[in-house]
């Protein structure tokens, strides 16, 4: 045989076992089953044109007639450009693993002896030997990467849903507030002008309207930042879902009032829970095995490129001079044995086995810190149901009859106005708050941790 056909024969036969295609559904899978016990989901992976039109009409359909937040965080799965950059990760794990799978390229050799001789000629096709005992372990680590990647994308799911809950109630918090706060101004105003009257008919004091009047003012202060702080709170909001301009004049139908269904914890059921089924718990422990890997892998580097592969010496045609057979080259680790990236690796194993330790201690405080604060925020709720609303309303309405009869002061009227504007505030506060430990008790069971 001919020197060329017998290369020729030789590379087509190394390329039929080096053909590799990048397929990351089997990853998106389990991302979706992620997503599906986690959260309100579903989930879509732009990729094409035809995606894009799919999420544009889910998404148009869920903002029809108003927004509740789980259609607010089924937006958000679907359309937050964040998490739709997140899931590129998954093929970019995907590719990285079918790449630590090939075959390294064979290298070629040929020799032309000067003056041109067609009887001194050698050629050389060497492939590495070294990817038997190489390739293997590097595939183990980049499956363990696969896996932390798939971690890392159903934190930042979890991480999505919550910020879209939390940026949701956030909006209903501010418009809340806001009416709350005109309609102070309204009662402060009608107070002002009374005790104005009042003060003409020699009935008032200068301190009186005075203290009314600025009572008024600071009002209308404080209705300019309730303003400022809803117009933040839609933009986190419109930020979280993905909205252009056009589409974010939506309104939302949920009231503070209304909680979500949640279940009761114990602290040692929701910790052991947490334990079992955080993501970033999840994503610690598939780190382990990956700094495991990458120290198994860097043990097989002590021989790493150990080349055979067949070579041809003689002239290009036929003859009993020329000769053929098997040829291997390989680096002698007489100094570098890459006992320094052993250690290093060795190293890193250690770390993240304390690093899942901590992250494990983290997970127990959060969860138990998190039950603490639902507690206080249902005691503050009911304390002002049961006992401080009842008996303001009732001082306010006293108020509001003597004064109008002349019989008491309208300071004191406006003092009883302010109590009972603060309770409200600190009221509907404490509904916000509680919310929002739910959102964190979620995450802490869930997700990946507070933040």
């Not at 005790?195 to 301190?207: A, F, P, Q, V």
């Amino acid at each position: 045989m001919r020197v060329g056909g017998f290369l020729i024969v030789t590379a087509i036969g190394i390329s039929i076992f080096s053909c590799a295609k990048v397929d990351p559904q089997p990853q998106w899978l389990k991302v979706e089953a992620i997503t599906k016990e986690r959260t309100e989901g579903p989930i879509i992976w732009e990729k094409s044109e035809e995606d894009s039109k799919r999420i544009k009409t889910q998404v148009d359909n869920l903002l029809a007639d108003g927004l509740t937040r789980q259609e607010a965080v089924k937006i958000a799965l679907l359309n937050n450009r964040k998490l739709q950059a997140s899931f590129e990760e998954i093929g970019v794990a995907q590719a990285d693993l079918v790449q630590a799978g090939l075959l390294t390229n064979p290298s070629l050799d040929l020799f032309f002896a000067f003056p041109l001789s067609s009887a001194d000629t050698s050629g050389g096709l060497l492939g590495f030997l070294s990817d038997l005992w190489t390739i293997p372990a590097r595939k183990e680590v980049f499956a363990k990467q696969v896996e932390v990647t798939i971690q890392e994308v159903g934190i930042d799911i979890v991480a999505t849903a919550a910020e879209t809950a939390s940026a949701y109630d956030e909006f209903l918090y501010r418009i809340t507030s806001l009416q709350i706060e005109k309609n102070s101004l309204s009662v402060l105003s009608d107070i002002s002008v009374r005790t104005k009257i009042r003060y003409e008919h020699g009935l008032s004091n200068d301190l009186d309207m005075r203290h009314a009047e600025a009572a008024a003012i600071e009002q209308r202060i404080a209705i300019a930042a309730a303003e400022q702080a809803l117009t933040k709170a839609r933009t986190r909001l419109n930020i979280a879902l993905s909205l252009n301009e056009s589409d974010n004049k939506y309104h939302l139908t949920d009231t503070l009032d209304n909680t979500p269904d949640e279940k009761k914890w114990d602290r040692e059921t929701a910790v052991k829970f947490a334990l079992e089924h955080r993501l970033d718990l999840a994503e610690a422990r598939f780190k382990v095995e990956l700094a495991d890997r990458e120290l198994s892998f860097e043990r097989t580097q002590v021989f790493s490129r150990v080349n055979v592969g067949p070579v041809y010496e003689g002239d290009l045609g036929s003859g009993s001079e020329n000769a053929g057979g098997p040829a291997i080259s390989l680096d002698l680790p007489i100094f570098d044995q890459n006992q320094a990236q052993i250690a290093k690796d060795e190293y890193r194993l250690r770390q993240m086995k304390k690093v899942l330790s901590a992250k494990e201690m983290q997970a127990r405080k959060e969860v138990t810190d998190t039950l603490a604060e639902i507690d206080f925020y249902l005691n503050i709720i009911d304390i002002i149901r049961k006992q401080l609303k009842p008996n303001i309303e009732e001082e306010f309405e006293y108020s509001k009859i003597w004064s109008s009869q002349m019989q008491l002061n309208l300071l004191n009227l406006l003092q009883t106005r302010e109590m009972e504007v603060a309770l409200k505030r600190r009221y509907i506060e404490a509904q916000w708050q509680l919310r929002n430990a739910y959102i964190r008790l979620n995450l802490a069971l869930w997700g990946g941790g507070l933040t």
